[in-house]
């Protein structure tokens, strides 16, 4: 899942100035999961910014909707008539999402209320880590399964380097060592042969922008 | 204009109490049955427990035109669900950083743990929760418009 954080609600009341009606989009997938721009998230953004519009003299018009998901233009349907009656959608989706909107409707400013992280998974409750940069070049079948590109700080294909201290990663030493945990999942299910076999150097090219798929 | 007017004293404000079911709603209860005499500015509304609240609920009241909002759940470690009042005290903590944020003063919101033995002690929160909220006037929510 897409992971992403709310923007600063003061960063969001600068970029909202000028506009007197504003459609707070919320996306129900990937952002709803990390508490970011779901239904109760534009909830409480919308219930937030009227509150400060009242105490603060001014009177705009803050509507507010959900999608399922903001990426997909079949879903963007909904909003045709919304969208006429306001002059700027404040979208709470990730990156994809804001663009997928400014696509669709191309006659009306499109703002981003998030800050669109990274690729990653929820680890425990209200944590949520990187799990994948999409470079385009798996290797997880050589690294038992946690990838050394996103979870290691140097993205080492060949690690472990020589500053890991007692398991731990020398960059943030509260992380365990990405390539440490690599060498016990393989010794674990046995493969610890995979290692003798020094990997070649990343193809980065393949994490040329922008990408496409044909199908 | 009108709220303006209304000196601090005379003002009697509108406030939201969260109150769990298993603690809090009871100690309510309790305060009653004692005759136990506390502010009439406390309107009550029942949650199955104080974990149930939501940040949202909190703003919405506060934008409705409450004065004061706070929640009331079960004494730390005593919760019927375990940990409800912890997170109950993590997204008051959450909504008030809010509140700041907007421009309305976090003290009108709080968080209080009451077991469903203490009718004197909600009575306590009450008329405490009515002073403080009291003593900070109108919400600026209602009084601008």
């Avoid at chain 2, 421009?103 to 008329?127: D, H, I, K, T, Y």
Wanted: neutral net charge; aromatic residues 6%.
């Amino acid at each position: 899942m897409i992971v992403a954080k709310q923007k600063p609600l003061e960063e969001i009341t600068k970029m909202l100035e000028g506009y007197q009606r504003v459609l707070i989009l919320g996306c129900g997938t990937c952002v709803a999961v990390c508490f970011a721009g779901g239904e109760r998230e534009v909830g409480i953004l919308a219930s937030s910014l009227r509150m400060a519009d009242k105490i603060s003299g001014k009177n705009r018009l803050f509507r507010e909707h959900t999608v399922e998901r903001q990426c997909e233009w079949e879903f963007l349907d909904d909003l045709n008539e919304q969208v006429k009656e306001v002059n700027a959608i404040l979208s709470l989706g990730c990156g994809v999402g804001v663009q997928a909107v400014a696509e669709r409707f191309p006659d009306i400013p499109v703002l981003p209320g998030l800050n669109t992280l990274f690729m990653g998974m929820p680890v425990q409750e209200g944590v949520f880590a990187e799990r994948c940069v999409g470079c385009g070049d798996c290797m997880l079948d050589r690294t038992g399964g946690i990838c050394p590109i996103a979870r290691c700080p140097k993205g080492l294909v060949n690690g472990p380097c020589g500053g890991y201290r007692d398991g731990k990663c020398e960059v943030d030493p509260t992380r365990d060592c990405t390539w440490i945990q690599i060498y016990e999942r393989l010794k674990k299910v046995g493969r610890l042969d995979i290692l003798y076999t020094p990997q070649p150097l990343k193809d980065y090219s393949k994490m040329g922008h922008p990408r496409s798929i044909i199908l | 204009m009108e709220h303006e007017m209304i000196s601090k004293n005379q003002f009697e404000p509108v406030i939201v109490a969260f109150c769990c079911h298993y603690c809090a709603y009871a100690a309510a209860d309790l305060a009653g049955v004692m005759r136990l005499q506390y502010p009439t500015n406390i309107r009550i509304i029942k949650l199955p427990c104080s974990g149930t609240i939501d940040v949202l609920h909190i703003l919405k009241a506060f934008e409705q035109g409450a004065d004061g909002v706070f929640v009331a759940g079960c004494l730390k470690g005593t919760c019927h669900f375990i940990e409800g009042n912890i997170r109950a005290e993590k997204r008051v903590a959450q909504a008030k950083a809010i509140l700041s944020e907007i421009g309305l003063e976090a003290e009108r919101l709080e968080m209080f743990f009451v077991s469903a033995s203490e009718g004197p002690q909600f009575a306590n929160v009450a008329r405490k929760m009515t002073d403080k909220v009291r003593e900070l006037g109108p919400s600026p929510v209602k009084r601008k418009r």
